[in-house]
């Protein structure tokens, strides 16, 4: 997974990094688990929430469980 923000204002389509400090405390996550066609995750402004991501067919489904 690649976590990077797209200018839409300056120059339009540019593809810049996060800084350390997005990584850590917001647009960051951490592996928890990692299987052949999925992975748990967990972000960094969310770490008490766990996302999984699987392929399906042809594309990738992100899911998480929310209030039960």
Known sequence: ?????????ERMGE???LSAIE?????????????????????SA???RELTIRKEGNQYICTVIIDG
Do not use: H
Request: some cysteine; overall charge positive.
């Open 1 to 9: 997974m690649d976590v990077y923000w797209v200018n839409q204002e």
């Open 15 to 17: 593809v810049k990094g």
């Open 23 to 43: 990584k850590k405390f917001a647009y960051g996550y951490k592996v928890i688990s990692k299987g052949e066609d999925s992975c748990n995750i967990t972000l």
């Open 46 to 48: 969310y770490p008490g």
